[in-house]
């Protein structure tokens, strides 16, 4: 079965500090697409990353790193530097390959992000 | 902004009834896929379109129903309506079919139920 944990609900920082969310997953594909996605307050998504099960490079955009670690199923992301604007829920989550891949994409719960001026 | 639209943004209504929310996707973008979200369920996907077809359906009740139209734009419309159904509904939008492409959201439709 698929799985996707973030076992953090809530995390509350003071501006300017890193932090880190976890993401936990469970495929018994070998091909697979993990994302992130954040939800600010205002309500909708918002695309953050799309990785490739097969693309274990990290990656760096500004303030944001996601570290794919397959060998422990992670694909955690880092915010340096945090500032208010990154308050927001942030959604992992799996995606199969094929053609009607869509219909199994599977989000985690959600992490909670406060940061405190 | 997303470029998606959705209408309405809030939609109070009664158990029992029937209510359509439309999504417009980007210009250019030929797949669409509509969310709900919700306290109890998450997030969840319900249905995608691409270029007027059905491609994936995941957990769509089926009292909830789906079309996407010759100029692209969709609706997903829910019948019956239950207490249950009360939540944030997203349409999103790709120019792929493929689940992996990026999708765009729009703001949501927020159904209440009563």
């Known amino acids: 079965a698929q799985k996707v944990t973030q076992a953090q609900t809530e995390i509350s920082v003071v501006e300017k500090e890193d932090v880190t969310l976890d993401c936990v997953y469970e495929?018994?594909?070998?091909?697979?697409?993990l994302f992130w996605y954040k939800q600010p307050p205002s309500g909708e998504l918002v695309f953050l990353i799309r990785?490739?099960?097969?693309?274990?490079q990290n990656e760096i955009s500004g303030r944001y790193s996601w570290n794919f670690q397959k060998s422990t199923s992670s694909f955690n992301f880092t915010i340096t530097a945090s500032q208010v604007v990154d308050s927001a829920v942030y959604f992992c989550?799996?995606?199969?390959?094929?053609?009607?891949?869509?219909?199994?994409?599977?989000f985690g719960s959600g992490t909670r992000l406060s940061i405190r001026p | 902004d997303s470029g998606v639209t959705q209408t309405p943004k809030h939609l109070i209504t009664a158990t029992g009834q029937r209510v359509t929310l439309r999504c417009s996707p980007r210009s250019g973008d030929l797949s669409v896929y509509w969310y709900q979200q919700s306290l109890d369920q998450g997030l969840q996907f319900l249905i995608q379109y691409y270029n007027g077809e059905e491609r994936a359906k995941g957990n769509i009740l089926e009292r909830f129903s789906a079309q996407q139209f010759p100029d692209l734009h969709s609706e997903l419309n829910l019948s019956s309506l239950e207490l249950g159904d009360s939540a944030l509904y997203f349409c999103?939008?790709?120019?792929?079919?493929?689940?992996?492409?990026?999708?765009?959201f729009g703001p949501g439709t927020r159904l209440t139920v009563l």
């Open positions: 990785r490739n099960s097969f693309d274990e």
């Open positions: 999103a939008s790709s120019v792929g079919a493929g689940g992996n492409n990026e999708q765009f």
């Open positions: 989550a799996l995606l199969p390959p094929g053609y009607s891949s869509a219909s199994k994409i599977i």
């Open positions: 495929t018994r594909d070998t091909t697979y697409y």
